[in-house]
């Protein structure tokens, strides 16, 4: 059976701030969310995890997150609770789990498909985010490690990767971490100095750190203020690329200040039993970590035949321009400044839900 209604595709931090959005433009709608829990990509972060930016900074539209008592920068676990608490006080209309596979056009409609049924709407956001989607570079050797590998989505705690090692040869565990981004700094950072683990951190480029007292909020400031910036025909701020790659948050702050973040650059080849460079140097891994980023997930829009270069899909502001019944929501600053962010994806949010409605009238 076909239920006709506008559907949010996605159900974490973006799609919620769509459906309170659309709650209050009285809109009959529906959030499909594929995960069997509330939380989105939270529920499965690694467990050291924290927010960039105190509780107060970190809120999606209507309701100010709590204070963590005790954490001035909140675990993931309690960005799990907000959410579902979130999500239970305006009432959002989330079904789960709903696997969306396709978004096709049909007689003036979009026909949204999931393996539980199928939705006709006149407009659809799209806020399925990127965590489902890791990109691990092509490197020559993979094919020959005998280790693990691993991605960011795959890394929960250092115990894990304490020695002995895999190999034998190997007294401890010797981990590889790849990249100089957040993630890599972060869960460097959570293995530095943990008895039996022997670190190695490489990035292809010296790491930039941003100021000490930089957080969430300032981001999205300078996000926000690169945007405008563009948008006025002035000349671009950078935005947050101009102040650094990697925020400073505690943990990270603590390795590096104690000499235990020292990168090397990126490695040429990896081997049955490490990497190499190639000056002929070698590092022995039992495991290697590669946070190197994400793409969009966007297979269930494919039918739509709206993907660009880099994957991306050509929009204004939220709004996809080769079809503007769909509006994407929570992909990075291409979708709005900061619109990945719990503390971004309100103003986005509510101008896609603006536009839906015009469009609807």
């Known amino acids: ?178 990249g100089g981004g957040n993630s890599g700094a972060q869960i460097a950072a959570d293995l530095a100095g943990v008895d039996g683990v022997e670190l190695t951190w490489v990035t292809r480029r010296p790491p930039r750190y941003l100021p000490d007292d930089i957080d969430g909020r300032a981001l999205f400031d300078a996000a926000t203020a690169r945007r405008r910036a563009l948008e006025a025909g002035r000349p671009d701020t950078g935005g947050v690329a101009s102040l650094g790659d990697i925020v400073a948050v505690p943990p990270v702050r603590a390795a590096r200040d104690a000499g235990r973040l020292v990168h090397r650059a990126m490695f040429d080849r990896l081997t049955a039993h490490g990497v190499a460079w190639a000056d002929g140097t070698t590092a022995a891994a039992d495991a290697v970590i590669w946070c190197t980023g994400f793409r969009p997930a966007l297979a269930h829009l494919a039918p739509l035949g709206l993907r660009g270069a880099r994957g991306h899909i050509a929009t204004d502001g939220t709004r996809a321009i080769a079809e503007p019944r769909l509006h994407l929501l929570g992909y990075g600053d291409w979708t709005g400044p900061a619109s990945a962010t719990l503390i971004g994806v309100g103003r986005p949010a509510r101008e896609a839900v603006r536009q839906m409605s015009d469009l609807l009238r």
């Not at 909140?74 to 969306?100: K, N, T």
């Not at 096709?104 to 489902?132: C, H, K, M, Q, Y």
């Open 1 to 178: 059976m076909t239920q006709q209604v506008d559907v949010v595709v996605g159900g974490g931090q973006a799609g919620l701030a769509a459906g309170f959005h659309l709650r209050r433009a009285g809109v009959d709608f529906v959030v499909l969310d594929a995960q069997h829990r509330p939380g989105g990509a939270w529920r499965h972060m690694w467990d050291s995890l924290h927010l960039f930016s105190p509780a107060a900074y970190s809120s999606l539209p209507g309701r100010p997150m709590p204070v963590q008592p005790g954490r001035p920068y909140p675990e993931a676990a309690h960005v799990v609770d907000y959410l579902a608490e979130y999500e239970q006080r305006y009432g959002i209309p989330v079904q789960r789990p709903v696997r969306v596979r396709a978004v096709r056009r049909e007689d003036g409609f979009l026909r949204v498909e999931g393996d539980t049924g199928t939705w006709r709407a006149r407009a659809v956001i799209s806020a399925t985010g990127t965590w489902w989607r890791p990109f691990v570079p092509a490197v020559p050797g993979q094919d020959l490690f005998t280790g693990r590998q691993l991605h960011t989505v795959d890394y929960r705690t250092p115990k894990e990767f304490a020695g002995p090692g895999i190999h034998p040869a190997a007294a401890w565990g010797n981990v590889i971490v790849v």
